[in-house]
């Protein structure tokens, strides 16, 4: 059960990277809404996409497959690395609802209503800037988590001089 744990928790980490990274590649890539409207909402769309069906469940399983572990390996209930992984993994899952996934969600509903009724694109990408650096914010705490989980450092705890 360890090893399986281990491997999903693993496997949606990367995948939550790689959504994020995605993610990053596609706003810096994202056309003009203005001089590309179809383009613009056909890219949103696909960033809308990646956040709903990569990123938030890579989430998902990451945290709970992190949150079983610690039920299974009994040891990890004392070990301070993994109330940190566990504390960024709150902040992971609210970084992404509201300042990804939910802006992301919201803008490409926008973009498709503007895209329908022919006018008001240039409301669209204002958000472009604070999209990426949420994402550059939340792909640095996924890397602190792995850095947690392969580091593993003793918080709280001195070392024995004996041992």
């Known amino acids: 059960m ?25 706003i810096v890539q994202i056309p003009s809404p203005v001089e590309q409207p179809e ?25 709970i497959a992190g949150m079983l572990s610690m039920v299974v390996v ?16 709150i902040i992971m899952f609210e970084g992404t609802l509201l300042a990804v996934q939910g802006p992301m969600q919201k803008e ?18 204002t958000r472009l800037d604070g999209e990426l650096y949420s994402i550059w914010i939340l792909a640095a705490v996924c890397v602190l ?6 580091w593993r450092p003793r918080f709280g705890r001195t070392s024995d001089p004996a041992s």
């Open 2 to 26: 360890r090893k399986a744990l281990k491997f999903v928790h693993t496997l949606a980490g990367v995948g939550l990277l790689g959504a994020l990274i995605t993610l990053s590649i596609a």
């Open 39 to 63: 383009l613009y909402v056909a890219f949103r769309n696909l960033m809308d996409a990646i956040a709903r069906w990569l990123l938030f469940p890579s989430l998902i399983f990451t945290l």
């Open 74 to 89: 009994k040891s990890y209930l004392h070990a301070g690395w993994v109330w940190a992984k566990l504390a960024t993994g």
């Open 108 to 125: 490409a509903e926008q973009a498709r209503a503007i895209l329908a009724a022919g006018e008001g694109f240039e409301k669209l990408g």
């Open 145 to 150: 988590n792995v850095f947690l989980g392969v």
